[in-house]
């Protein structure tokens, strides 16, 4: 898949620095690209596309080639100081909020169909790209850079993210029962750190107002603060503060009404319960169904028998 060329003032890119590193440690151990390809196995024409800084490589891809370059772990330690987010190439809506991420100070967000980007799961974020892209490949770089867009709310001193999730987002199966088991356990854990919040409106509370798209409040460390939103396939900014203003007040409301951080941590575990039953193995459950089903068919076989009256014996007789 190509990438945005995000440039900065030097005229190169992130991903081109990392792939100049490749290509030098590369030709110090005397390799071609083919073989190097040969080695990690791989296609040649991923290392070409790594090096020349038009494909965002996976961390295992950095470690394998620190291991047969001899390294000493460069490679891996750079790849994980890029931000490889700006390298993957999107609409220019999503560019301009995957850059209002990058800087955010505080967000507040509602869901209402699927776990929000910022809280998603490899599995999970790969489900959801390989419904709409074809190449696996292209899949697994959106993921990676969906990803590394997460790090800097997941380490120290990140920036506020409160989530509003309709419990929709927990029941809307997306890759099956492990995946999904998974999401929660993930939900459940990122939403301890201090600087995050997760809260679910139950579906069981129809009386709840929710907005009718899902939405998220920005604050940019300038004092900026925007409203974004996303319709089929574009998405919507306003900076305007009546607007701002409205839609905030609609959902300190809403938090306010939905269950607490507590309560919805209690509800996600339940669901993910759910799902780690239907992740009990195939054997088992036919085993467990065989055995329903037995006793059922025992308890009509006793109902459905008929019934022999039996001989009472009458009053003992005393003896004269």
């Not at 999503?94 to 505080?106: G, K, L, N, P, S």
């Not at 009990?280 to 459905?304: A, C, F, K």
Request: charge should be neutral; hydrophobic fraction near 35%.
């Amino acid at each position: 898949m190509s990438r945005r060329n995000a440039e900065g003032a030097s005229g190169v890119s992130t991903a081109a620095v990392f792939g100049e590193v490749l290509k030098h440690f590369r030709e110090a151990a005397g390799l071609t690209q083919e073989g190097l390809a040969a080695r990690i196995p791989c296609d040649r024409s991923h290392v070409a596309r790594v090096e020349a800084g038009t494909r965002v490589p996976q961390d295992t891809f950095a470690k394998t080639c620190d291991e047969l370059l001899g390294t000493g772990g460069v490679l891996a330690r750079l790849w994980g100081r890029i931000d490889w987010y700006p390298q993957v190439e999107h609409p220019d809506w999503f560019e301009r909020r995957a850059r209002m991420d990058a800087e955010a100070v505080a967000i507040r967000a509602y869901q209402t169909q699927v776990v929000p980007g910022l809280l998603q799961t490899p599995a999970y974020a790969t489900a959801l790209f390989a419904r709409r892209l074809a190449d696996p490949a292209e899949v697994e770089e959106r993921v990676r850079a969906r990803l590394s867009r997460q790090q800097r709310f997941y380490g120290d001193g990140g920036p506020y993210y409160l989530v509003v999730l309709d419990e929709v987002c927990l029941r809307h199966v997306v890759g099956g029962p492990a995946v999904m088991r998974d999401q929660c356990a993930h939900l459940l854990t990122v939403g301890r750190l201090p600087n995050i919040r997760i809260q679910v409106v139950p579906l069981s509370r129809p009386d709840i107002d929710r907005p009718d798209t899902s939405l998220s409040l920005i604050e940019l460390p300038d004092g900026e603060r925007w409203v974004y939103s996303e319709s089929l396939d574009r998405g919507h900014f306003s900076d305007d503060p009546t607007v701002f203003a409205r839609h905030s007040a609609t959902y300190d409301v809403l938090r306010a009404d939905v269950l607490s951080a507590l309560e919805s941590a209690a509800l996600i575990s339940d669901v993910m319960e759910g799902y780690e039953h239907h992740e009990e193995p195939r054997s088992e459950r036919r085993q467990l169904d065989q055995e329903q089903l037995q006793r059922r068919q025992r308890r009509r076989l006793r109902r459905n028998r008929p019934r022999i009256p039996r001989r009472r014996p009458g009053p003992r007789q005393q003896e004269p």
